[in-house]
Nanobody, 122 residues
Framework: VQLQASGGGLVQAGGSLQLSCAAS????????MAWYRQAPGKQRELVAD???????KYGDSAKGRFIISRDDAKNTVSLQMNSLKPEDTAVYYC?????????????????WGQGTQVTVSS
């Protein structure tokens, strides 16, 4: 499985960005897809994840502002980010988890994309 993330960039506070992640390879085996982020000097944190069945979990920082969606016909997962804040500045990674066991931390994901930089200016 290969993951290719895109859509990052520079945006002013209060603005919006949409990230996309395209999966290729043995995609039928993917159960959970997720977005994580990591800011300099900080731990990698969950932004949102979504199972093949459509169950969604948001990290505290994303609740009410970000929306994760998934299109299995196109093998993509997207993250719509609204009302962005300077503290959302980070490298955003998409990740994929195979099998039926749900992941509880980032180390349990099987595949990672290359990351895309999101910078929010104040």
């Amino acid at each position: 499985v290969q993951l290719q993330a895109s859509g990052g960039g520079l945006v002013q506070a209060g603005g919006s960005l949409q990230l996309s992640c395209a999966a290729s390879g043995d995609v039928i085996t993917i159960n959970v897809m997720a977005w994580y982020r990591q800011a300099p000097g900080k731990q990698r944190e969950l932004v949102a994840d979504i199972t093949r069945g459509g169950s969604i979990k948001y990290g505290d920082s994303a609740k009410g502002r970000f929306i994760i969606s998934r299109d299995d016909a196109k093998n993509t997962v997207s993250l719509q980010m609204n009302s962005l804040k300077p503290e959302d500045t980070a490298v955003y990674y998409c990740a994929a988890k195979l099998g039926t066991r749900l992941p509880y931390q980032w180390t349990e994901y099987d595949y990672w994309g290359q990351g895309t930089q999101v910078t929010v200016s104040s």
